[in-house]
């Protein structure tokens, strides 16, 4: 962000705002960063926090060592445990050769654990540990592994919520919670968009070697009236598609999506659609496409996988965790109900 009157430091790579959010999550990120205390973003998908997870890194003593990124949310529990701590020969089928895991990559640098609420109970045991002793075990391994990594944890949902329905442990949530840092959704500091705006214009008109300047009156009221679902990477999208559309050197209305321009109303504004199944699936759909990085490879785990996992764990709550009566309103086998449920690190319901 460029700096406020009473901020002289220096913009931090990728923030940019002068809203009072996001000059407290500078300011924040900065007295932080000299520290290896774990860090905890909070916010919604889209709102900045593997930026700041990588400003807390290069500004840190650490800046020079690795910056390791892990997606917790888009690898099963037994992919995600050899992932982060690696494994040795034959620890599974496949396992060919010894592989070091994340936390070793990180090791004297830092680790950023994407969307840890999407860890299961037995996976949140073993980074309790390497957060309070520093060491694992390979999987397959006896051997103790002993790493200096600096742990950074995001989570898009409320982890106390998580706590209180028994889906996050607490004892891990007050480690990681050493110092939060909370990231606003982009509709609740929108004198911030034309900012994100023309910074994003910068940016892809670079990289796409275009000279698009402007944006017109009617399209800047559109950009800043819009609810934003996918916060600042949805706005982001947006820009790099008008830059690479438009005819000329400005930004218009009619090159924005329909949703922007107010032809269709968002998803979150039609509570009463009921049973429409086909448009709910299409607004899911393109909102994942519009919030997804150009580099994002996760988009089916991120849709496809999340509906799954949501559809079975309400399902299975609503027949009082008989997998059996769950397997037959769901239309699936009770074998493939429970293949499901280990799966997506659910709890076991009832056998029958």
């Given at each position: 962000?460029?700096?406020?009157?009473?901020?002289?430091?220096?913009?931090l790579?990728?923030?940019?705002?002068t809203?009072?959010?996001?000059?407290?999550?500078?300011?924040?990120?900065?007295?932080?960063?000299?520290?290896n205390?774990?860090?905890?973003?909070?916010?919604e998908?889209?709102?900045?926090?593997?930026?700041?997870?990588?400003?807390?890194?290069?500004?840190?003593?650490?800046g020079?060592?690795?910056?390791?990124?892990?997606?917790?949310?888009?690898?099963?529990?037994?992919?995600?445990?050899?992932?982060?701590?690696?494994h040795?020969?034959?620890?599974?089928?496949?396992?060919?050769?010894?592989?070091?895991?994340?936390?070793?990559?990180?090791?004297t640098?830092t680790?950023?654990?994407?969307?840890?609420?999407?860890?299961?109970?037995?996976?949140?045991?073993?980074?309790?540990?390497?957060?309070?002793?520093?060491?694992?075990?390979?999987?397959?391994?006896?051997?103790?592994?002993?790493?200096?990594?600096?742990?950074?944890a995001?989570?898009?949902?409320?982890?106390?919520?998580?706590?209180?329905?028994?889906?996050?442990r607490?004892?891990?949530?007050?480690?990681?919670?050493?110092?939060?840092?909370?990231?606003?959704?982009?509709?609740?500091?929108?004198?911030?968009?034309?900012?994100?705006?023309?910074?994003?214009?910068?940016?892809?008109?670079?990289?796409?070697?275009?000279?698009?300047?402007?944006?017109?009156p009617?399209?800047?009221?559109?950009?800043?009236?819009?609810?934003?679902?996918?916060?600042?990477?949805?706005?982001?999208?947006v820009?790099?598609?008008?830059v690479?559309?438009?005819?000329?050197?400005?930004?218009?209305?009619?090159?924005?999506?329909?949703?922007?321009?107010?032809?269709?109303?968002?998803?979150?504004?039609?509570?009463?659609?009921?049973?429409?199944?086909?448009?709910?699936?299409?607004?899911?759909?393109?909102?994942?496409?519009?919030t997804?990085?150009?580099?994002?490879?996760?988009?089916?785990?991120?849709?496809?996988?999340?509906?799954?996992?949501?559809?079975?764990?309400?399902?299975?709550?609503?027949?009082?965790?008989?997998?059996?009566?769950?397997?037959?309103?769901?239309?699936?086998?009770?074998?493939?109900?429970?293949?499901?449920?280990?799966?997506?690190?659910?709890?076991?319901?009832?056998?029958?």
């Amino acid at each position: 962000h460029p700096p406020g009157p009473a901020d002289a430091s220096p913009p931090l790579h990728g923030l940019v705002g002068t809203s009072p959010a996001m000059l407290e999550v500078a300011a924040t990120t900065r007295r932080v960063a000299a520290s290896n205390a774990s860090v905890l973003l909070l916010g919604e998908t889209g709102t900045g926090k593997e930026l700041v997870a990588r400003a807390i890194h290069e500004l840190s003593p650490r800046g020079s060592g690795p910056f390791v990124r892990v997606n917790c949310g888009a690898l099963s529990e037994s992919l995600l445990e050899s992932e982060l701590f690696g494994h040795v020969r034959g620890a599974f089928t496949g396992a060919v050769a010894n592989r070091a895991g994340r936390f070793e990559a990180a090791h004297t640098g830092t680790i950023f654990l994407d969307e840890i609420n999407s860890t299961t109970p037995k996976l949140q045991v073993k980074l309790l540990r390497v957060l309070q002793e520093r060491e694992f075990e390979r999987v397959g391994d006896t051997e103790t592994v002993r790493v200096d990594t600096r742990v950074i944890a995001a989570s898009n949902r409320d982890l106390l919520d998580e706590v209180a329905r028994e889906r996050f442990r607490e004892d891990l949530y007050y480690r990681l919670n050493v110092v939060p840092i909370v990231l606003p959704p982009l509709r609740s500091r929108r004198g911030d968009i034309p900012l994100l705006v023309a910074h994003f214009l910068e940016h892809y008109n670079r990289a796409n070697d275009r000279r698009v300047e402007r944006v017109a009156p009617a399209a800047a009221e559109a950009l800043s009236r819009y609810h934003w679902p996918g916060n600042v990477r949805e706005l982001q999208n947006v820009v790099e598609r008008c830059v690479v559309m438009a005819p000329g050197a400005e930004i218009t209305l009619d090159l924005l999506p329909p949703t922007i321009r107010g032809e269709r109303a968002p998803t979150a504004a039609l509570p009463g659609r009921g049973g429409d199944l086909d448009s709910l699936a299409r607004d899911l759909v393109e909102q994942g496409i519009a919030t997804a990085a150009a580099d994002d490879d996760t988009l089916f785990d991120r849709v496809v996988s999340r509906v799954e996992r949501e559809l079975i764990a309400q399902m299975l709550a609503a027949c009082g965790g008989v997998q059996l009566r769950a397997a037959a309103r769901l239309g699936i086998n009770r074998n493939t109900l429970r293949k499901k449920l280990l799966e997506h690190g659910l709890e076991d319901g009832e056998g029958a």
